[in-house]
């Protein structure tokens, strides 16, 4: 019976730590996926912090946009020849897998080249650690892209509101690992 207890209190904290890990960001924020208002995506995915579990959501005119999930290459070029997968809905929830960049653009034509598109830069734990601070140069990106692009640096009203969440998650992990080695004790 305490060995349930013990389980049930373990499912309990991953739940509530999954909960607390897992960010909603509207890519855009208020303007959401559009061409009008030059809007800089490069600059706001550079301001954001994101991690597995995260969920991203393309808010736009489906009458006049779609999201287009497409690789490095592709990307750079706007070629929305065979793209990964396509989203057409108006309101589309993508939830981060996995690290590493993710690359979308709109693929109607023109509007890539208007700057509608942006990279999604999921670091890991152990990369974000050791990143160097946010406010004095950009994060540095995985081997699998070219050193060539360049991420602007989060703004400095933002840097504490970045750290703040890499302190909560910190703190989750440790939280996690006690649990861990407590129910392992305990069993």
């Known amino acids: 019976m305490a060995l349930v207890e013990r389980a049930m209190v373990l499912s309990i904290v991953m739940v509530t730590m999954q909960i607390s890990y897992a960010a909603v960001y509207k890519v ?8 009008l ?10 301001t954001k912090n994101f991690q597995i579990g995260d969920t991203i959501i393309f808010v736009y005119s489906a009458q006049f946009h779609n999201v287009m999930r497409v690789t490095h290459p592709m990307y750079k070029s706007c070629n929305a020849s065979s793209p990964i997968a396509t989203f057409t809905t108006g309101n589309d929830s993508i939830k981060i897998t996995n690290h590493g960049h993710h ?9 890539c080249q208007a700057g509608q598109k ?28 070219p050193a060539s692009i360049n991420v602007p640096a989060p703004s400095p009203s933002n840097a504490a509101k970045l750290k703040f969440i890499g302190l909560k998650r910190v703190f989750g992990v440790i939280i996690m690992g006690l649990a861990m080695h407590f129910l392992a004790v305990c069993v």
């Open 103 to 111: 690359f979308f653009f709109c693929g109607v034509p023109g509007h």
């Open 28 to 35: 855009g924020d208020s303007s959401g996926w559009t061409t």
């Open 118 to 145: 942006v990279d999604i830069n999921v670091l890991k734990v152990s990369e974000a650690a050791s990143a160097p601070n946010p406010s004095s140069s950009a994060l540095a990106s995985p081997a699998t892209v």
């Open 37 to 46: 208002g030059n809007i800089d995506y490069k600059k706001w995915s550079a």
